[in-house]
Each structure stands twice: as structure tokens, then as C-alpha cells.
């Protein structure tokens, strides 16, 4: 954003009766003598030399703007890049200084649409932090493009300065072409949200062990390198992994006792074990094609994995506990489910042979993985281990979310008992058109006491 944007904002803010822009611009133009705001302004040209804090004048009356608190100020600005914070000390005399003591860091490129190199941010960015005032930090928000290897040292030291400032939430992403890795460690009293993006995580040998985040209660990866072999978090209550990959033949333990919701999107590699989480609430869990785990020898529905002559990929290797459940054991506590797996992945049906009982699950969404087996054997079984289940979706050869065809229905209990929740009130079914396959699970509900209204 440039001047000519913060005039539009002042015309605006003097609009909603906030500010004079007559006396805005008479406190801009006294302001040009101020070392503070000189020192601002070589910050885009080269070092400044530090200058001692001088107390700002008093605030005129019709500057409404500036009778507003630091911490509402501080606000407003924790919405712009750093290089437009600077900017502002031109603005008036109640800006002055504000800069330096925000409470937000925004590491991009002017227009946050637009991903800018290192090299654009680097010089501006190191005296920026020299100049700025070590207060504590709610946010940093670190995004780049393209890097050399000369540029990690600097970009890892943000990284570091953000931590020493006691950062709460951290969002970390890159964009190029290369992925840029995190060895560093990340060691914080104060840090409960972490978002990383195209980032390479640590060796095999090693654990992200969130042991030292201790408050660390949301974390995202998304197109990350993870190499770990543990994903380890006593107060992680969010975790969402997509589109991440692992250039191992290990599977990731996921040890999170206190997670509430798990979203596990487009892994490539094995699938993550996932370890008992007590506490969750909702799982979302897509497995596309794309993992490891699928099998060889997969025709119409069915696994080789199910049966004692399997395929390479299919035979359970000894030390990643697939002889156990890998997905369905760790998320059995939940309230809401989503699975939705592709039609050559084995893990849940290999799951389903130690299958748990979903004791708390109320809502249920499947796809037609579930139900092309030739007797729809899966579906039966995490129905039969669903107990209170109120609510059943199935979405059939159709990705949505506008599905031509929608399908009503509901447990009748006036017919004889049945193995699946009674409780079940609501039951949708749908698809892009009803075919052999459509009809062949209606008549399987039904035979389930199940009614549909046509």
C-alpha cells in the first residue's frame, strides 16, 4: 500500500468522523524535521543510525484518530505488511512511533497476493528488526517465493527473533520451487498457533517433539517434506495435515492425547498411525491414490489386502504396527467422522479386522469406497460398531457439493431389531444418478430398517 492509499484512508476516516485530514496534513508537514521519522525513512535506503525516543506533542483535539489507544492503533496496523507500517509515521505525529512497537509482524511483499523473494526483503526486514523495539509479539507471518542458500541464515534468524519476542501465533510459508528446511529448533513458553507451508522437516532420526511448546494448541502443515518419525504434542488440540508427503517407507506416529479435531488430507507415503486421542472430537481423513498404501492387485471392489495372498504393498511390514489399526483405532472417540478414502487404498479395510467401537459417534460421512465390495461387508461393520449414530451420509460417485441426486431416509423402528444404532434419524444418500450400484446399497439399508421417501 503507498501514500496514495493512506491519503484514500484518511479521506475515509475523516468520512466516518475520526479524523481531521486538514490537521493530518499540517502534523505530516511538521513532521519532516523528526529524527524518528528521518530514521523511518532511511529504513527503505540503508542503516540508520539509532536515535533516542523523544516524546510526540500533544494531540490536537481534531486529530480523533490519535486520541485512540496504542493497543487499537497497533490493530489497524497488524493488518499491513511491515514496509507499510513504516510508512505510516508520516501520517501524523501520533504515529510516529508506533511502528516500532507493534504487536504484528507481517513479513510479505506489499501486495499480499503477490509472493516477493527473499532478496526483496531481506535488507529492509534485518533493519527493521534492529530498529524495532523488543516488545512482545501476538503474530508473525513470514511469506516468500524464491530463496538461495545464502538467504536461509537470514530468514531463519526471523524465525529465531519471532520466538525471543514471544510470538503467540507463527505462520511460516514458502512458495517457490524448493523447499526450505526448518532445522532449527523451535523452543517457546508463549507459542499456540504454528502454520507451515512448503517447508522441509527434520531428519528421520529425529521427532517433531512439541515437548518444548508446551501451550502449542494449533498446527497446520501443508506441502511439507515431513521426515519425522513422530509427531509429538501434549497440548496440541488442532492438527491439519495436507498434501505432505514423507520420503521414507516409515510410517509417521501421530502421539496428540489431547486433540479435539484431526483433518489428514492427500498424504503421500505410508499413511500416519495415529495413536489413541481421548479427546476428539472430528476427524476429516482423505486418502487419495497417491499414498502408498494402495494395492497392486485391486479389480471391482476389492483388496487383496483382505485376503492371505497379498500383494507387496498390502503385506503388513513388522515395524510400523499395520498388523494393528492404523487409522480407525486412533479416531474412535470422535463425535463426527468424514472418510473418505481412495478406491485402491487397504488401510481401513485392514482396519476394520480389529474394528473399534465408536462409542460417542453421532455424524458419519462415506464414500462410495465403503460400498463396493460385493457385499458390502465395511459398510456393514462400522454401521454394526456405531452405536449411537444419529446422522449417516453417503456420498456415492459423486464429489459434490452440488449432487444431482439427494435421497431421504431414516431408521424405522416399528420393524424387527436391528444390529445398527437406533438412534439413527437421518440417513442421506447421495449421488450423480442412480444406477445398479445406487440401488444395490438402497437395498441394503433397507434390509437394515431403513425407509426412504422417494
Known sequence: MDLMAYGALLVQLNTLGMIDVTRARQLRQASTGDPSASAAT??????????????????SV????????????????????????????????????????????????????????????????????????????????IKFNEFCEEDQPYVKTWVRFALMCKVRRLTFHVRGSQYLYLDLPLVSRHLRTLDLDGVGLPL???????????????LKISHCIINACRILSHSLKHLSIYCCHNEFNCRIHVSTPCLVSLKLDHFTGRTPLLENMALLESADVYLSDYCKDVCLNYDSGVLCGSNNNACQNCVPIEDDCSRECVLLGGISNAKYLKLLPGSKTFVFTRDLKHCPTFIKLKTLLLNEYWCEAPDLDPLACILKNSPVLEKLTLQLFSEGPNHKVEIKGRYSSMERPSAISEHLNIVEVKCSVVDERILKVLKFLSALNICFIF
Open 42 to 59: 532511511q529504513l527503505f535506503d540503508g542503516m540508520p543510525r539509532r536515535k533516542k525516543r523523544q516524546s510526540a506533542p500533544p494531540v
Open 62 to 141: 481534531a486529530d480523533r484518530i490519535g486520541t485512540l489507544p496504542d493497543s487499537l492503533l497497533h490493530h489497524v496496523l497488524s493488518f499491513l505488511p511491515v514496509q507499510a507500517v513504516v510508512r505510516t509515521c508520516v501520517l501524523a505525529r501520533r504515529w510516529r512511533h508506533l511502528w516500532r512497537s507493534t504487536t504484528s509482524l507481517r513479513i510479505v511483499g506489499l501486495d499480499d497476493n503477490y509472493y516477493v523473494d527473499v532478496e526483496e526483503l531481506r535488507k529492509f526486514v534485518d533493519h527493521f528488526l534492529i530498529l524495532r523495539e523488543r516488545t512482545d509479539l501476538d503474530l508473525v507471518e
Open 204 to 218: 528421520p532420526e529425529t521427532f517433531l517433539d512439541f515437548g518444548s511448546c508446551p501451550v502449542l494448541e494449533d
